[in-house]
């Protein structure tokens, strides 16, 4: 599945949870629309837990919904890059990746393949 693109909407959802979150880090995971290659929405799930340092999910309270892609994740510490926990879960949890980095704008987000490659992703307007 070949991913082209985030629609600008849902990328302004997930800068504003990454700043409502903060200092914590916000995590939920990518959904696609119709067209199965623009990432148009946000899935949050049941349990998920925040912390400074961490974020995490139950896989197994993700609905059945194949249109869901990957993971977006924060870094407060401004440092857009993965680390070695978010690498095990980009091999588990889908093909496309978003870290956003405080301060959360257009320029402090990075996207991943789920080896952990860097992506260039376009803003769909």
Known sequence: MKIKGIDR?????????AKAMHPREF????????DKTIISEIVMLPQMTYGKRH???????APIDFSIVGTVHS?????P??????LI???KNGVIHIIIAYPYDDKSWRAYDFNGNKVDLKIIE
């Open 89 to 91: 879960t980009f091999s």
């Open 75 to 79: 870094h407060p510490s401004g440092v």
């Open 81 to 86: 890059l993965p680390s070695e926990e978010d």
């Open 55 to 61: 974020a995490t999910f139950n896989i197994y309270m």
């Open 27 to 34: 995590l939920a995971l990518l959904s696609v629309g119709d």
């Open 9 to 17: 909407d849902c990328l302004e959802t997930i800068k504003e949870g």
